[in-house]
């Protein structure tokens, strides 16, 4: 199979690792970032580095890797999409419904397919290609990405033609995961206030309620308050737990646990963990429960 040629946006620790998955795949890659340093380690690969946003957009196919809304907003320029050649823009990044709405209208007056396909996984994952994609669009331009779907990910997950609704889902799971690690954190510091062990207590839930990996892998931080190195840091947790209760108030959907979860991150943040892994919840619970720092 012929390679595709493809722009690519967003260069943080999760778009490295797709990127490099794309030219394992024999994928041609037009890189664009706004520091240097990540462009050079891909150019380093075999990836061009492109001089300006729009020569990415003259790409066959645009890939977008980007941290939340205003981020994306860069990429909803009309004059950008109007001078734009490319046939589709593949947007991964974990946006609001709102926002993604609003991209389908803007790339459909240009011309230009969309899809939605936000991941699930860590940096490691997204370097070893094995992520889990959650896919929406419109099933031609679905057809024309999925190549590069197979390059970055393990299995894709499709969620039926509106690119909203791969970003509704991914928000629900990362509202879910977010729930997970408080109720973790929660559990943790009961068991820890009458004696026993945290480690001894993820061990045993993680192999026998709870298999799987976010409660054997967050689990494990949380027991051992090990926050560092980030794979999701602090302030994107709390932005997807805000996505939620927007999405949830678009909807007249109550999210009781979410506000406790904003709140909680809000702790985090006003203690000085922005930098650590959004597991570094744990560590508010562990001050409401009066453990030791």
């Given at each position: ?5 493809v722009g690519f946006v967003g260069l943080g620790a999760m778009g490295q ?277």
């Open positions: 199979m012929t390679g595709m040629t690792g797709m990127g490099a998955s794309l030219l394992r795949a024999g994928h041609r890659l037009l890189v664009w970032n706004r520091s240097p340093e990540p462009v050079a380690a891909l150019v380093a690969q075999g990836a061009d580095a492109a001089g300006r946003l729009a020569d990415v957009f003259a790409a066959e196919t645009v890939v977008s890797m980007l941290a939340d809304d205003h981020a994306v907003e860069q990429l909803l320029d009309p004059a950008l999409l109007a001078d734009a050649k490319a046939a589709v823009h593949l947007n991964m990044a974990t946006v609001s419904i709102a926002l993604a709405e609003r991209a389908e209208a803007l790339h459909s007056e240009h011309g230009i397919g969309y899809v939605a396909a936000p991941v699930l996984g860590r940096p490691q994952v997204a370097a070893a290609g094995e992520l889990n994609i959650l896919a929406a669009g419109d099933e031609t331009a679905l057809t024309k990405v999925a190549p590069l779907l197979s390059a970055m990910g393990g299995h894709t997950w499709h969620f039926g033609t509106r690119p909203s609704h791969a970003n509704a889902a991914k928000i629900s799971a990362n509202f879910l995961i977010a729930c997970a690690i408080e109720s973790m954190a929660e559990a943790c510091s009961l068991a820890e206030s009458h004696g026993v062990r945290p480690t001894d207590l993820v061990e045993m839930l993680s192999g026998t309620l709870f298999p799987g990996p976010i409660y054997s892998g967050y689990g494990a931080m949380v027991a051992e308050r090990r926050y560092e190195p980030a794979g999701f840091r602090v302030p994107l947790g709390l932005k997807d737990v805000n996505l939620a209760l927007t999405g949830g108030a678009a909807a007249n959907v109550p999210l009781p646990f979410g506000s406790v979860l904003r709140d909680a991150f809000l702790d985090a943040l006003a203690h000085g963990d922005g930098d650590k892994d959004w597991a570094a919840v744990a560590a508010v619970a562990r001050r409401r429960a009066g453990l030791p720092a």
